[in-house]
Nanobody, 116 residues
Framework: QVQLVESGGGLVQPGGSLRLSCVGS????????MGWYRQGPAKQREMVAL???????YYADSVKGRFAISTDNAKNTVYLEMNSLKPNDTAVYLC??????????WGQGTQVTVSL
């Protein structure tokens, strides 16, 4: 079992920045990887950014160059730094973790709204 708790969402104007945090109940080094997905209004859940325990990162094309994923292993925390936010980035952002045996876990989500 892996419990995940997100924080850092909110309302931001277009062009602004936010940093999301996700604290896990297990060390990142014990997992296959962690990351972020999002689900916008009337949209399917989509991958935003992933990081494996050995380092490689992956980003959706729509966020490349604007978002950055990072970890703090000492705090069992994964971050998503979001810059140059657009209205299309509005969504519930969900933290994701996958164990070495392939089991996936999700956080409750944090709302990000990009609007004037």
């Amino acid at each position: 079992q892996v419990q995940l708790v997100e924080s850092g969402g909110g309302l931001v104007q277009p062009g602004g920045s936010l940093r999301l945090s996700c604290v896990g109940s297990r060390s990142i080094s014990s997992l296959r990887g962690m990351g972020w997905y999002r689900q916008g209004p009337a949209k399917q859940r989509e991958m935003v950014a992933l990081i494996s325990r050995v380092g490689p990162t992956y980003y959706a094309d729509s966020v490349k160059g604007r978002f950055a994923i990072s970890t703090d292993n000492a705090k069992n925390t994964v971050y998503l730094e979001m810059n140059s936010l657009k209205p299309n980035d509005t969504a519930v952002y969900l933290c994701y973790a996958v164990t070495t045996s392939g089991n996936a876990y999700w956080g409750q989500g944090t709302q990000v709204t990009v609007s004037l």
